[in-house]
């Protein structure tokens, strides 16, 4: 019993990354559309490490990691320093992705106030 429910777990998360990455897929090829090609991950997440996958395939380059205060970790991420939002404009974006799931509308809400009508766009999951 314990066999066949690890199974069906597996498959659930093979199923799960697979819709993932065909949704980043998608939204990154928009994103190539746009003429993003400097890009800037705000959110520390899984969905942001599938994003980082689905991102080596295409011409966008990730050029930083931002993350809440509160949030951020103390180690790189990806190879990165992950910054604060204090940090974006150091990076030069053309493009900001929102990479988590979580606290979305608070984070389109919170990039609004910082960018002050940059020409940086925005994107969500």
Same mark, same amino acid.
């Given at each position: 019993?314990k066999? /066949?429910?690890?199974?069906?777990?597996?498959?659930? $998360?093979? /199923?799960?990354?697979?819709?993932? *990455? =065909?949704?980043?897929a998608a939204?990154?090829?928009?994103?190539? /559309?746009? $003429?993003?090609?400097?890009? #800037?991950?705000?959110? #520390?997440?899984?969905?942001?490490?599938?994003?980082?996958?689905?991102? $080596?395939?295409?011409?966008?380059?990730?050029?930083?990691?931002?993350?809440?205060e509160?949030? /951020?970790?103390?180690? *790189?991420?990806?190879?990165?320093?992950?910054?604060?939002? $204090?940090?974006?404009?150091?990076?030069?974006p053309?493009?900001?992705?929102?990479?988590s799931?979580?606290?979305?509308e608070?984070?389109? =809400?919170?990039?609004?106030?910082?960018?002050?009508?940059?020409?940086i766009?925005v994107?969500?999951?």
């Amino acid at each position: 019993e314990k066999n /066949r429910l690890l199974v069906k777990m597996v498959a659930y $998360n093979v /199923r799960h990354y697979s819709h993932l *990455k =065909s949704l980043m897929a998608a939204l990154l090829l928009d994103l190539q /559309r746009e $003429n993003i090609r400097r890009l #800037v991950f705000y959110g #520390v997440s899984e969905e942001m490490e599938v994003a980082f996958v689905t991102l $080596n395939e295409t011409g966008v380059e990730l050029v930083g990691i931002v993350e809440d205060e509160d949030k /951020r970790p103390a180690k *790189k991420v990806l190879g990165h320093e992950v910054g604060s939002l $204090n940090d974006l404009f150091r990076f030069n974006p053309d493009g900001i992705l929102i990479t988590s799931f979580a606290d979305g509308e608070r984070r389109v =809400s919170r990039l609004q106030e910082i960018l002050h009508g940059q020409q940086i766009k925005v994107f969500r999951l």
